[in-house]
């Protein structure tokens, strides 16, 4: 699975949209671009996914580049309770050894403040 | 629709004894996948197993650790011989039968493993 770079740590004012971005430079044609979080303690979100159109749902929208070299996950209206750890992960397409599952890097921490 | 459910959701043990920690996929979903978090660590893949089948357990620790998903039952993560260092928060998650790459994961709230 291609490797994603993520910046470690981000702030946002409450209210405002949370624009967290990803580089994915060696994604393949067949691989997702997944985003999950993770509140403390709890067990990863699913949030989004994609593979080539951008996507919306009722929690975000995400944004990939026309060369699909990198991403945007949007939270339109960022809570308190949006701040987590949210991951980006490239998930391998078919004829690819990971077998599906989701290789976890460091993420982005994301505080949202009043 | 009830998610992923792992029990127990704290397990304290002993040096030494044993840990059984259950993972009961979504309804539909025979594909379960474990993952480890050390503290302030991230999250590390252990094993994938789809019914009565282990397909890559790349993850896992080649002594104390294995798993099981049967026919019948839930997942089953068991570690003998526990040590200091296997407390962690152990996570379970699970795809839909038909899986592929375009269906999500979906994860469990996880087990606390604290080893004394």
């Known amino acids: 699975d291609a490797k994603t770079t993520q910046p470690p740590s981000m702030d946002c004012a409450e209210g405002r949209a949370a624009n967290l971005p990803c580089n994915h430079s060696?994604?393949?044609?067949?691989?997702?671009v997944y985003w999950y979080r993770q509140i403390h303690s709890q067990g990863p979100q699913y949030i989004i996914h994609g593979l080539k159109n951008n996507e919306t749902n009722e929690m975000a929208s995400l944004i990939i580049t026309e060369d699909r070299k990198s991403s945007t996950l949007i939270l339109p209206h960022a809570t308190l309770r949006d701040t987590a750890v949210y991951y980006c992960i490239v998930r391998g397409g078919a004829g690819g050894t990971s077998y599906g599952k989701l290789t976890f890097g460091q993420g982005t921490i994301l505080t949202v403040h009043p | 629709n009830a998610g992923v459910m792992q029990n127990p959701r704290h397990l304290v043990r002993r040096r030494g004894q044993e840990a059984r920690l259950r993972c009961s996929p979504m309804?539909?979903?025979?594909?379960v996948y474990w993952y480890r978090q050390l503290p302030e660590e991230g999250l590390k893949f252990m094993v994938y197993l789809q019914k009565e089948n282990i397909i890559d357990e790349s993850g896992m620790p080649k002594e104390r650790f294995s798993a099981e998903f049967p026919k019948e039952g839930p997942s089953i993560l068991r570690i003998q011989q526990v040590v200091r260092g296997d407390s962690a928060a152990y996570f379970c998650?699970?795809?839909?039968?038909?899986?592929?790459?375009?269906?999500?994961?979906?994860f469990g709230n996880g087990t606390r493993l604290t080893v004394t």
């Open positions: 309804k539909g979903h025979s594909h």
């Open positions: 998650a699970s795809s839909p039968t038909a899986s592929s790459y375009n269906s999500p994961l979906h």
């Open positions: 060696t994604i393949s044609g067949n691989e997702y």
